[in-house]
């Protein structure tokens, strides 16, 4: 199995940021995902095998980045210009199945995270 493990979550004031890491057991397209208390789960953004393309919500467009350190596995996401809005558990999930991102469909992942809370006061 393919383990997961988040870490970076916690509370921010709007307008701040917050970089959320997810460590992983090999190198897989990785995709961030969010869901809010009565929300069904949504994608955020996305990156390749190799790390050279991305993909993203149109609602972080400008303020998420998302970056990979093949040394060690790591995916990260780094989160400016927080919203009241972004509160939600964030998931890192892994598409084992894919080179380059092909889906925002949270069910064409194979495997998931435990879940960072990101909470933005105000």
């Known amino acids: 199995q393919v383990q997961l493990v988040e870490s970076g979550g916690g509370l921010v004031q709007a307008g701040g940021s917050l970089r959320l890491s997810c460590a992983a057991s090999?190198?897989?397209?990785m995709g961030w995902f969010r869901q809010a208390p009565g929300k069904e789960r949504e994608f955020v953004i996305a990156?390749?095998?190799?790390?050279?393309?991305?993909r993203y919500a149109e609602s972080v467009k400008g303020r998420f980045t998302i970056s990979r350190d093949n040394a060690n596995n790591t995916v990260y996401l780094q989160m400016n210009s927080l919203k009241s809005e972004d509160t939600a558990v964030y998931y890192c999930a892994a598409d084992v199945h894919a080179i380059v991102v092909r889906s925002t469909t949270p069910s064409d992942y194979d495997y998931w995270g435990q879940g960072t809370q990101v909470t933005v006061s105000s």
């Open positions: 090999a190198r897989y397209v």
């Open positions: 990156i390749s095998r190799s790390g050279g393309s991305t």
